[in-house]
């Protein structure tokens, strides 16, 4: 009975993170609209995923990040059209590979800082508790950063879009674009993880943490 509990207390836990996510993510989009219009913000929108991640741990952070990808898609999904293309694998594929990258990876690779989840908890020094906050912090942002970069360099290259003078037909530019929003947005998360961490370590450790401990 106590597990089930705890299963469902997790469950609950990932759906509200993950609405909060997303929800982060569509206002973060639509004030930075006009500055990025291939898509792309700079705020909070990695932050409920890294939560939920050392809260809970690696799967319910990838769980947590797959399912704001779903939501993002269900609100829909803009990709460059398959007749873009010159490679025919790419014509009847890139649609289908734009979208693992930008959306489904994109965010569940984010749940990869909970990798760090159980030594941050173990940590018994500040000091080491902001390393590893720090540590998948990074992985995580960087991981979602290196999704857009790849999309961006194998499909957007040669739509005509310019950023900072820089024209779409090298990969200098998805990595310049991309790195605009994405590098802000892990240092922004980082730094309110490394606080969370600091001073409001509730948030990161759940009232059953001595039951999680034991069920892992």
């Known amino acids: ?41 700079i705020g909070f929108g990695m932050l409920p995923i890294l939560v939920i991640a050392y809260r809970r741990g690696f799967v319910p952070g990838i769980i947590c990040g797959f ?37 489904i990876l994109a965010y569940t690779v984010v749940g990869f800082a909970g990798i760090f989840s159980k030594s941050f908890k173990a940590a018994n020094s500040k000091g080491k ?19 857009h970069v790849i999309s961006g360099g194998l499909f957007w290259l040669n739509s005509g879009a310019k950023f900072w003078g820089i024209a779409d037909d090298s990969w200098i530019y998805s990595f310049v674009y991309n790195g605009a929003y994405c590098i802000p947005n892990i240092i922004i998360c980082g730094a309110v993880m490394v606080i969370f961490a600091l001073y409001y370590d509730k948030v990161l450790f759940p009232a059953d943490i001595s039951e999680v401990t034991k069920e892992d």
């Not at 490679?87 to 990258?101: A, D, R």
């Not at 508790?129 to 999704?147: D, H, W």
């Open 1 to 41: 009975m106590k597990k089930n509990k705890l299963t469902i207390r997790v469950a609950t836990e990932i759906a509200i993170f993950a609405a909060i996510a997303f929800a982060l993510d569509a206002i973060q989009g639509g004030i930075f609209k006009g500055v990025f219009p291939s898509g792309g913000s």
């Open 67 to 103: 399912i704001v990808s779903f939501i993002q898609m269900l609100g829909g999904i803009y990709v460059i059209n398959g007749s873009s293309f010159d490679n025919s694998f790419l014509q009847v594929m890139g649609p289908f590979l734009q979208i693992i990258l930008d959306y």
């Open 129 to 147: 508790k902001v390393g590893y906050i720090l540590l998948g912090s990074i992985l995580g942002g960087f991981l979602k950063y290196a999704c």
